[in-house]
C-alpha cells in the first residue's frame, strides 16, 4: 500500500494563478481532510470530507475549493492563489472519522505564491 | 472548544539522555489525544494516541506518553534519546463536534546532541 499520496511535491504560483492539489488513499478509507501547515501554527483544517459525496468547511476555507471525486481522491483547489496561501498543504485520511481512529498523512505540498 | 498547547518551541537533549515534550490539552468531553513526529521535508507521522485505559501509552520508535487527567497533559516520553530523533513533535486532539479531525498544537523541534 502506498497510504496517502499527494502531488505535486512542490509548486511556485504568480498570483491570481490557479491549481489543483491533488490526494489519493488506497486504504479504503471513508474520511479525508486538507490541512495547510505554517510556522509556528501547527496544523489547521481547510476542508474535510467525512465520506464519498460530502465536503464541508474547516477552520479556514476562505480561497479554497475541494472536490471529493470518488472514495480514493480528495482535491484541493485554488483558484485565484494569494501570497497568502503559500504554505504546506497535507492531506489525510481515516478509516471511518471516528474519535478514536487515527489520521494518516501525506507527504505534503510545498507552494509558494509569488 | 478543543485545543492543545505545546509549551516549549524547542527541546536539547544529549543522546542517550531521557527526553521529555510537553503538551497540556483542553477538551469539553473525554479526551482523545495524539502524538505526531514530523522529520524533515515529510509528512507527518503517527506516534502513538490515548482513547481510554492505562495512562501509559506506548508506541513507535520506543516513545511512550503519559496521560494525566489531573493536570491535563499528555506529555511525550523516551528513555534513552537517539540522534535520529530529531524531529519536529506534534501534540494533537481530536474534534468532537463535527469534523472528527484533529487540533494540533504549534509543534517542538527536538534535537538530540550527540
Known amino acids: 500500500n502506498a497510504g496517502v499520496t499527494q502531488t505535486p511535491k512542490f509548486q511556485v504560483l504568480k498570483t491570481g494563478q490557479s491549481m489543483t492539489l491533488q490526494c489519493a488513499q488506497d486504504m479504503n478509507h471513508n474520511s479525508m481532510y486538507w490541512y495547510r501547515q505554517d510556522p509556528g501554527m501547527g496544523l489547521r483544517l481547510i476542508y474535510y470530507?467525512?465520506?464519498?459525496?460530502?465536503?464541508d468547511k474547516g477552520e479556514v476555507p476562505n480561497g479554497y475549493n475541494v472536490s471529493r471525486l470518488n472514495k480514493r481522491e480528495f482535491s484541493l483547489r485554488l483558484e485565484s492563489a494569494a501570497p497568502s496561501q503559500t504554505s504546506v498543504y497535507f492531506c489525510a485520511s481515516t478509516k471511518q472519522g471516528a474519535y478514536t481512529d487515527t489520521q494518516y498523512f501525506g507527504p505534503g505540498t510545498r507552494l509558494t505564491v509569488l | 472548544a478543543q485545543s492543545v498547547a505545546q509549551p516549549e518551541d524547542q527541546v536539547n537533549v544529549a543522546e542517550g539522555n531521557p527526553l521529555t515534550v510537553k503538551c497540556t490539552y483542553s477538551v469539553s468531553g473525554n479526551p482523545y489525544l495524539f502524538w505526531y513526529v514530523q522529520y524533515p521535508n515529510r509528512g507527518l507521522q503517527f506516534l502513538l494516541k490515548?482513547?481510554?485505559?492505562?495512562?501509559l501509552v506506548k508506541g513507535s520508535y520506543g516513545f511512550e506518553a503519559e496521560f494525566n487527567k489531573s493536570q491535563t497533559s499528555f506529555h511525550l516520553k523516551k528513555p534513552s534519546a537517539l540522534v535520529s530523533d530529531s524531529a519536529l513533535y506534534f501534540c494533537a486532539v481530536r474534534d468532537q463536534t463535527g469534523a472528527n479531525n484533529l487540533f494540533f498544537g504549534t509543534g517542538t523541534r527536538l534535537t538530540v546532541i550527540p
Open positions: 470530507s467525512a465520506s464519498e459525496g460530502t465536503t
Open positions: 490515548y482513547i481510554t485505559g492505562d495512562n
